[in-house]
Structures are given as structure tokens and as C-alpha cells.
């Protein structure tokens, strides 16, 4: 099998986002980690605000930015004039809304203007990020997500990227447009947002809650790692209509996940307290159930989701995306953490105190 040549033009949708910055850093710095990402043609790349321009060109400065919302037929339509042929990133979504409503005008109506916009472009192939969270939790700590995985969507966030991710499955049969789905978990690495600089400084100051016995088990993605299966599935010709799972090799515990980050915090000369917040299981279910009624109001609390999740098992299998895609995690956890928290300090962002030097 060979791969695809790169396309002409690539389009990045949620090009500011902490995926779509390291994937255009790639292109902008191809290592042989990333995979087939280096190109020459032009790369359009979406914003959903003027504010996001400078984060964009900072890491590419020769993308040529489009700012609009994507949800709007007519912004989809304009960033995809002239793009027959092209290689479509579609990576624009929300996570952690204003509201509840914004999981369906966003992730379900983003989506579904990008895929119309693209069958009337006439674009080679369209990769849609997914998540997880369209497969809820696995049942038992030893089971894991499959290639062919049935929905069970967790909570608003979760329906609205089962939705999307339908949409874009459809659109290979119903429409023969070419379309591939990567299903990354929670992943980490440069370029992170402000929750992810929190949970760093929750870890060190002691304060980030692992429940139970901590023994719940997580797969994670590095960015970089994220970056390669998702240039693969932009390049592979015979994968079209089928999803992939892209994570680190293997899933970590909870307790080993909060653990490496401290260890590398201290190692990169950081204070810690050293300890861990333990709290029953039960938290979680209780923030679970409180995030739902919530959610069904209309409602959004960012931090009362995030703990609703920490006394699950949340993995999956990544071995169809190593055997059909050639994916190979380059990656693994406390070395992505070490070179998160050196971006942060490359970038001046408040981790944890610094030792003083002796």
C-alpha cells in the first residue's frame, strides 16, 4: 500500500485549539514521529475568532487563517472554496461549554455544514476528531474500547460527538464522500489549555482527588502521538468510512498518571506536597449524578464533570490503528509530561513554585 502524496491544499478547522496547534506546529516542524504530516501546498486553517489569529500564525505563519464560525453554511462554504482535492482536518468542537446547547449547534452543526461544504468542494478526504466520550465508560477495569465499539454517549458532550461522528460515517455511504474518524482520549502535551496547566497545579499542590484505590484506568494520547494517527488516516487510500482509535500504547491507572506527573514536576525542579487528595468513590458518582440533572437544565459545571469522571475506566484498543494505519506511539507518559511542563515554563506559565536553588 502506498500512501497518499500530500495534498495541494490542507484545511484545518479548530486550528487554535490544542490539537490543532500541534498539528500545524508539525507542519511547520516535521520530526519522524509525526508521520506522514509535512507538506509543501497551502494550508487554510479556521478560527473561530480574530482573537485566535496570532496563536495560529505563531506556530505556522505561512497558514492562511479564515475566521468565522463554523456552524454557519456560509463560513463552511467559504473555507472550502476551491478546495477539490484537498485534505480536510476537521478538529473544531467544544468540550467544556458556556451551555449545554452549544454541544449541538457546535459539534453536530459545525460538523454537518463542514461535510456539506466538502461534498460540494469536492475534497479528497475529510479526518473528523471524535472522543471517547461517544462510548461512555468501559464496564469492568479490564475491558477496552474496540475498533467496532457500540455508542453508549456520556452526558451532552458525548451525545452530541456520537452525532457527529454518525454524520460523518453516513456521509461515506450515503454521499461517497471520503471520510476517516480518529477517536483520541484525554491527551496531553504542548500547546495544552488552562485545564490542563490547572490539573498540573492541583497535582502538585496536593489537591487533585484520586479516588478509591486509584486503580481506574485511563488511555491517554500524547499530541504528538495524536498528530501521527491522524496524519495516517489523512493518507491512507484504502480506509475510507472507518474509525480508528489513537492513544498511547498502552492505558495508564489514575494513580500512576497523578504519580508521574509529580515525580516529573519535582525532577523538573518544581514543589510539590508530595501526597495525593484520596477520596471515596463515591464522590464521583455523587458528582456524576449532580453533573446530569445539571446538564438537563440546561447547565454546564466544568469541574463537577471532570470529577463525575474520575471513578471510571476510560480505555481503549489500539491495535486495528497500529495494524491497518502502520501507527506507531513514539511517546509514552512521563516523557510527554516532562516536555508539557517544559512548554509551560517556556511559556511562562504558573505550574507550581519553583524550588529555590541551594
Known sequence: MTPWAPADLTVVTGGAGWFGRAFLDAVARPRPEHGPVARDGQVRVLAASPAEVPDILEVLPRAVVHVGDLADPDVAGRLLAGASGASVVHA?????????????????????????????????????????????????????????????????????????????????????LDTVVVRPPWFYGPFQPARQTTFFAMVAAGRFPVLGDGQQVRSMAYVDNLVQGVALAEHHPEVSGQAFWVADREPYTMERIVMTVQRVLEEEGYRTRGRQLRLPVLVGRLAERVDGTLQARGVYH???????????????????????????????????????????????????PRRSPR
Open 92 to 176: 473544531a468542537g467544544v468540550i467544556h461549554p458556556a451551555r449545554v446547547a452549544d454541544f449541538e449547534r457546535v459539534n453536530v452543526g459545525g460538523t454537518r455544514a463542514l461535510l456539506d461544504a466538502a461534498t460540494h468542494a469536492g475534497v479528497r478526504r475529510v479526518v473528523h476528531l471524535s472522543s471517547n466520550s461517544a462510548f461512555g465508560v468501559n464496564p469492568t477495569s479490564d475491558d477496552r474500547f474496540r475498533q467496532h465499539e457500540p455508542y453508549r454517549p456520556h452526558l451532552g458532550y458525548g451525545r452530541s460527538k456520537m452525532r457527529a461522528e454518525r454524520l460523518v460515517l453516513d456521509a461515506a455511504a450515503s454521499r461517497r
Open 302 to 352: 466544568q469541574q463537577l464533570h471532570v470529577l463525575g469522571e474520575m471513578d471510571k475506566t476510560i480505555a481503549c484498543d489500539v491495535s486495528a490503528t497500529v495494524d491497518v494505519l502502520g501507527y506507531r506511539p513514539h511517546v509514552e507518559l512521563a516523557e510527554g509530561m516532562r516536555r508539557a511542563v517544559r512548554w509551560c515554563a517556556d511559556h511562562d506559565l504558573p505550574v507550581a
